[in-house]
């Protein structure tokens, strides 16, 4: 698989402020990458480095192959991006915003821009000052999916948007991969990473701490239980690996360290199960648990 973006060793200091330190990232050909953590973390530091906005201080990144800082004119020609807080031209309506990006592009899709404004539920006509935020980033998200571009950084881009607009973004992100189109996802909404993103890496104070496919990650978290049984668990807190015990209905919800599990089921059989449900851990469980470990955000 061909390497989109390649950053290796990446550092940046501010002064005496180092906001990356080391930090290591690929992507190939086709994938859905998900970039998490918590504000301060380092990530639109990242994302602008990535786009030759500001220079690193040490190591290297190569985006299709390509110098981030010294061939970002030629990168570009094959980028879209959508930040967080989208910012236009307040005098100009959202459709003469989507058109000039076209323009400058050379992708002037009147079939695909229109399908896209019907999906997003915007009104073209109106100037952009009149518009929310949700419509400021439909706007962009519309410029983005009606390019031709083969590599989406997509950066907080569901901020501000409702829960309708979001599943169709999520659409659009699939179509992308489906169309062989790579994708950096820089999320807060961790159920969205998870339903779209083959991997996550997930960032702590400038470095990358985890990094792989959500099954890769999974063994490193715990997996949420629910058990009722015939005979009280008075003892089940003191078991090595059991976590957040507290009392559900009839039963004992709570979180077991994976590998833990077999020994933690082997105890609860004795008891007599009466009802057990069981569910792996979701990618949220990954991600607090590494802040608890750090002490919580930063």
């Known amino acids: 698989m061909m390497s989109v973006l390649e ?7 501010f002064g005496n402020f180092q906001a990356l330190k080391g930090l290591d990232i ?15 973390a380092g990530k639109s530091t990242a994302i602008r480095m990535m786009l030759g906005l500001i220079k690193a201080t040490s190591g290297t990144i190569k985006v299709f192959g390509k110098d981030a800082w010294s061939q970002s004119v030629a990168i570009h020609e094959r980028v879209a991006y959508v930040p967080g807080d989208v910012s ?6 959202g459709g003469e915003v989507i058109d000039l990006f076209s323009k400058l592009r050379g992708n002037d899709s009147r ?6 404004l019907d999906r997003f539920a915007l009104d073209p006509s109106k100037k952009c000052r009149t518009y929310s935020k949700g419509n400021r980033q439909k706007v962009a998200l519309v410029a983005a999916f009606a390019s031709n571009a083969d590599f989406f950084i997509l950066d907080e881009p569901t901020s501000g948007l ?30 969205e990473v998870e339903r779209l993103c083959d991997r996550v890496g997930i960032i702590r104070e400038g470095e990358i701490i ?13 997996t949420n239980l629910l058990v009722e049984t015939k005979q009280p668990l008075d003892d089940l807190s003191a078991l090595s690996g059991v976590h957040d015990v ?3 209905g009839n039963g004992l919800q709570f979180q077991v360290d994976t590998e833990e599990l077999e020994k933690v089921m082997s105890h609860i059989s004795k008891h007599g199960i009466l009802r057990l449900e069981s569910a792996p851990p979701t990618l949220e469980d990954l991600f607090m648990r590494h802040y608890e470990q750090a002490g919580g955000e930063d």
């Open 7 to 13: 950053m290796k060793q990446v550092t940046k200091r």
């Open 111 to 116: 079939q695909r821009r229109q399908e896209l």
């Open 246 to 248: 507290h009392t559900e």
């Open 210 to 222: 985890e990094t792989g496919t959500l099954q890769e990650l999974r063994h490193l978290t715990r």
């Open 88 to 93: 236009l031209w307040p005098n100009l309506t």
């Open 162 to 191: 409702d829960p309708l607009m979001e599943q169709v973004f999520q659409s659009c992100v699939q179509d992308a991969k489906q169309a062989g189109k790579s994708v950096l996802l820089s999320s807060h909404i961790l159920s």
């Open 26 to 40: 690929q992507m190939g050909e086709g994938e859905v990458y998900g970039f998490i953590g918590p504000n301060g």
